[in-house]
């Protein structure tokens, strides 16, 4: 049998969603990568974990939910047993995705976690929301900062820091300024009435435009502690597989 760990924790996050196509909204990969990934599993082991006999939408066969709580009590001993390996060991290193407008909220964090809570080496990237969500679902990240919390899952480690508000910019009607998340999610019908539409997924790109074209679009205000109406929260997330006790250091280091 081939190594299928990665193959595995997707099952696992699949699993919660009725049937092919509505987990694929929610762990972070397109229907068709996510199609072969259960493929190969299939494969490797000699099951069927989709019943695919329904015409429109496969669903999960009871196969499919036993494997998916095999792995996951699997891992759970996994962490227990590591974690009383390492509660007392310095951590050696964190990868810490941010959206560009959380940057501030992002380098706080990095300091903090190397001058009270120990890190060794912290790499801090920054993405657009499509991507930071994906990278964090597909287990590339070990903490993020982001106004949305991915897909509909609750998550074991998730922190309010603060919030954000979008300011509207409406400068000109010549061009409209959006972020590729934006983009995705846009009406395409109201954007025909632009003649130009200026797509980036760098906030600083996008400011920059504004400022030196115009154009009409959002741009998010400077993030700050606390709670305000009509604002997107601040959130930091961790992954389910992050140490309990790195988690407890890092958010009683930021005092929430």
Same mark, same amino acid.
């Given at each position: 049998?081939? =190594? ?26 397109? =229907? ?10 299939? &494969?490797?082991?000699?099951? $069927? !974990?989709? &019943? ?12 499919? %939910? =036993? ?30 995705? +941010?959206?560009?407008?959380?940057? &501030? %909220?992002? !380098? ?10 120990? $890190?060794? @080496? ?13 990278? %964090? ?10 106004? @949305?919390?991915?897909?509909? =899952? ?25 972020? +590729? %998340? ?38 998010? +205000? ?11 929260? $601040? ?9 309990? $006790? ?7 280091? !930021?005092?929430?």
């Amino acid at each position: 049998m081939q =190594q299928i760990y990665y193959e595995m924790s997707v099952l696992a996050k699949a699993i919660h969603f009725k049937n092919l196509s509505a987990a694929a909204l929610h762990v972070g990969l397109s =229907q068709p990568q996510l199609s072969r990934i259960i493929a190969r599993i299939e &494969d490797d082991l000699k099951i $069927v !974990l989709l &019943d695919r006999s329904a015409k429109r939408k496969s669903g999960w066969t009871p196969v499919a %939910f =036993q494997l998916s709580e095999i792995f996951e009590k699997s891992i759970r001993r996994l962490e227990t047993e590591l974690q009383g390996i390492s509660n007392n060991q310095v951590v050696g290193e964190l990868h810490i995705g +941010t959206l560009e407008g959380l940057s &501030d %909220f992002a !380098l706080n964090t990095t300091r903090l976690c190397f001058e009270e809570v120990g $890190v060794k @080496k912290i790499t801090l990237d920054i993405f657009d929301l499509n991507e930071l969500e994906a990278n %964090f679902m597909s287990g590339n990240l070990d903490l993020i900062f982001t106004s @949305k919390s991915p897909g509909r =899952q609750k998550f074991k480690y998730l922190a309010e820091l603060g919030f954000q508000k979008l300011e509207e910019i409406n400068s000109s009607k010549d061009f409209a300024v959006l972020s +590729t %998340f934006e983009y995705g999610r846009a009406n395409k019908k109201e954007l025909e009435s632009f003649p130009h539409l200026f797509v980036s997924n760098s906030l600083s790109i996008r400011r920059g435009w504004l400022e030196k074209n115009g154009g009409t679009g959002h741009l998010p +205000t400077e993030a700050k502690r606390g709670r305000a109406k009509d604002a997107e929260p $601040v959130l930091l997330i961790g992954s389910e597989l992050l140490n309990p $006790v790195l988690w407890t250091n890092i958010t009683s280091a !930021l005092d929430v």
